[in-house]
């Protein structure tokens, strides 16, 4: 059983920037994709980044490509996520996710930003933006 606890996050106004943590636990930290979504109340969950443990290219969602940077320390089994020119539309409730790539469901962009995709989940953390 995979656990992720996240951190970070709180308030900022527009144009600012925060970021969130997520550590992973109890599995070895290899061959998972591990994700960032949010969830904006009334809406559904939404993929915003995702890293590959064994490295290679990162997916954003179009919505904050060039603002949000993933990032993950192997040796403290830790994602990272940092934000910046943060737009009252950010404003969410983030989760860290991750899947075995084993598991053969993370097999394209598309997929990758796909929550029900995802095994594991955080219990979230809050991000707000005021205008």
């Known amino acids: 059983q995979v656990q992720l606890v996240e951190s970070g996050g709180g308030s900022v106004q527009a144009g600012g920037s925060l970021s969130v943590s997520c550590v992973a636990s109890s599995y070895t930290y290899d061959s998972y994709y591990m994700a960032w979504f949010r969830q904006a109340p009334g809406r559904e969950r939404e993929g915003v980044a995702v890293?590959?443990?064994?490295?290679?290219?990162?997916t954003y969602a179009a919505s904050v490509k060039g603002r949000f940077t993933i990032s993950q320390d192997n040796a403290e089994n830790t994602l990272y996520l940092q934000m910046y020119s943060l737009k009252p539309e950010d404003t969410a409730m983030y989760y860290c996710?991750?899947?075995?790539?084993?598991?053969?469901?993370?097999?394209?962009?598309?997929?990758?930003?796909?929550?029900?995709?995802?095994?594991?989940w955080g219990q979230g953390t809050q991000v707000t933006v005021s205008s």
């Open positions: 996710a991750a899947v075995w790539s084993g598991e053969g469901y993370c097999t394209s962009s598309p997929s990758k930003l796909s929550p029900s995709n995802y095994r594991f």
């Open positions: 890293g590959y443990t064994g490295g290679g290219p990162i």
